[in-house]
């Protein structure tokens, strides 16, 4: 049995919880150790459990809690040399493990699938946690899907999916003019059309579960980004992530 949970999403941080009865790991730490420990404990899952976490890019959405979470459970950082040497000193783990975008890292029962992906990153990575014949996606970050997204999308049957804008909210927004093309840029960020794209086009038969993730706070709201998926919902389970919380448990 696999459980999933987005236990922080959106632009101001994210951490993703993918595990069994025995262990579990973590996609990124873009909040603080404690705030995910306080966020785990709310739904009861175990600290414990967590073998290894991978981290996708250096921005701090996704680092922040790195270090400090890696030394608290004595447990690897998974993370590109790349991405370690780009991000920022206190937020390097203190004993980093590199791997190299396309390997694939077994924790566990756990088949962690990296490959890179387009975002204005050192060495933007997302994964694909395969177990037993399931297999859990966490694609955020993308400025725009290449055959990488698009291949790895296909083996899904659960994914926690960028929609971090709606075009019309960004482009009238009070945004400055050089964010707003760096949002929209091939190396920004996924749109709410651009993800619904996405999805009609590349999904796979199996797919269960889409968390919509890392919303941004300016230019989205939940409702937004729920209504330009709605037209796909009889084909799998839309659902809305969270900033200020850990969301639901789901199991697959
Ligand atoms: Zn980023
Ligand atoms: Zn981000």
């Known amino acids: 049995m ?4 987005a236990i922080a999403s959106g632009s101001n941080g994210n951490c993703y919880y993918i595990g069994n009865e025995k262990d579990a790991v973590l996609i990124d730490a873009g909040i603080s150790k404690r705030q995910i420990l306080v966020r785990m404990n709310e739904k009861k899952l175990d ?11 250096e921005h701090s959405d996704h680092m922040t809690g790195a270090r400090v979470m890696g030394k608290h459970l004595n447990i690897p950082i998974y ?3 790349k991405t370690y040497y780009g991000a920022y000193k206190n937020m390097r783990p203190d004993y980093p493990k590199f791997f190299v975008p396309g390997d694939k890292i077994t924790v566990g029962e756990f088949q962690i699938h990296s490959f890179l992906k387009n975002h204005d990153a050192s060495e933007p990575c997302s994964f694909r946690v395969e177990y037993g014949n399931k297999n859990i996606g966490v694609f955020t970050d993308i400025g725009e899907p290449c055959e990488n997204v698009k291949s790895h999308l296909r083996a899904c049957d659960g994914l926690f999916l960028e929609t971090n804008y709606d075009e019309k909210m960004l482009q009238e927004g009070k945004y400055p003019w050089y964010l707003k093309q760096r949002i929209a840029s091939t190396n920004g960020h996924l749109s709410n059309k651009q993800a619904f ?7 796979g038969e199996n797919l269960q579960l889409v968390f919509l993730s890392h919303l941004s706070k300016e230019n989205n709201t939940p409702e937004i980004a729920y209504n330009e998926i709605k037209p796909l919902e009889s084909k799998f389970k839309i659902i809305l992530t969270s900033r200020y919380s850990a969301g639901e448990i789901y199991q697959l």
Not at 197 to 203: C, D, P, Q, R, T
């Open 2 to 5: 696999l459980e999933i949970c």
């Open 47 to 57: 600290q414990a459990k967590i073998k290894a976490i991978f981290i996708s890019h």
């Open 79 to 81: 993370v590109t040399a």
């Open 197 to 203: 794209e996405l999805l009609a086009n590349h999904a």
